[in-house]
């Protein structure tokens, strides 16, 4: 039996910061308590004072080797994991995405042998991106047997995943049976598409292009339409990676209503805006070609405020980084064969933490919300994640919210030659990382010997 003994920290919670001991017993946390002891011979003691202890952080959107046509995202679940805990997170969500055609199913099986280099915990959602006669009996079949409770639709990416109404309407009536969630990627496909085309017959084939051919109102015409299908249909829906200030309005208005609607962000949508795509350097811009694409910094100021007033629950990171050199670059001559994403696992809860909590626009408790306890509580997994509690996953970080670092691409741990975060300053990083009570980070370095991620099977909502 392996012991661990967290002293003299501040435990965070979503509503309470309090000063206990924590004591680990293998994989579980085994007692909270105020100057716990232990007889344990061989108990690993941490001296915690000064630091917080925070839920191991869970990021719902995340794509480790994503096929493309350039070539799959540069993390693998290895890689991606890595990176993952050397930033304070100890569970991923990533994606099912089975061909057209395919069975749900045998996609999941082949997703679930590529997920088992993961050295985290780990879940998928599923994305149907076609519908059959058997693809309601295969979302039962996800939901009851896999504990897979959240189906991922795509209104963009026409050509490949991106589904149309009559589908996605299938898709929720049948998650709305099955007790579970429909996320969104909100983009009307036609209307990208529309644009691209327009662009590139025009000559104008920069990546510049890629923003203007996915403006604000793409995004909120397709978030006002999922939230009137969901509405009509019955079924709770979660909006993924909102990054406009019209699409804030619509779901602000929505959960005044008292229909359910969840929303995330991510840091690139907090902290990025479009004057990047100033720069004339395909190399300086192609990084950031990311959908939704970088608004103005108005769409920033909303979602931070959004963030402060609850009203978004979630911030993930939609990780998927591709490189400049042999993946992103394919679109030297044609921004629509650039590969979309960007990598952000590794440094999300430092750049929430820097830029919200140590600028006072949320609190440490929101903070512990938006990164650990809302993902457990939306995705089904608040049975053993997203809090610091007895008898939960030994998920631990020890927080240290005075170091300091500069975010770059020569030192960041994610399988990348590039950082949209580069030269970012942070304040507030993980000292220790403990994943299923294995120390797997310490001393800045992620030490991988013990670590194996496991499948995790996760409720329906409630
Ligand atoms: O640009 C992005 N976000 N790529 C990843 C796929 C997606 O849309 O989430
Ligand atoms: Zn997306
Ligand atoms: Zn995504």
Redesign the pocket.
Known sequence: MSEILIKNGQIVTSNKVYKSDVLIKDSKIELIDKNIKTNTPNVKIIDAQSMYVLPGAIDP?V?ME?PTPAGK?SDDFKTGTLAAIAGGTTTIIDFVTPLRGQSYIEALNLRKKEAEKSLIDYSFHMSPTWWGKNSANEMKKCVIDEGITSFKT?L??KNTVGISDDILINVMKTARELNALVTL?CENGDIVDFLRNKFISEGKTQAKYHILSRPPEVEAEAVNRAVILSKLVGCPIYI??VSAKQSIEIIKKTQKSGQRVYAETCPQYLLLNNKIFNKKNFSQTAPY????ALRTKIHQKKLWNALSDNIINTVAT?H?PFNLVGQKDVGINDFTKI????GGVEHRLSLLYTYGVNKNIISINQFVDLVATNPAKIFGLSHRKGKIAKGMDADVVIWNPNKKSIISAKTHKQNCDTNIYENFKIKGLPEIVITNGIIAFENNNVNIDDLKGNYLYRNGIS
Not at 289 to 292: G, H, K, L, Y
Not at 339 to 342: E, I
């Open positions: 959107h794509h994503l995202s795509y963009a990416y990627h993924v990676h070609v990311i959908s939704p939609d998927c590969p979309n994403g960007a």
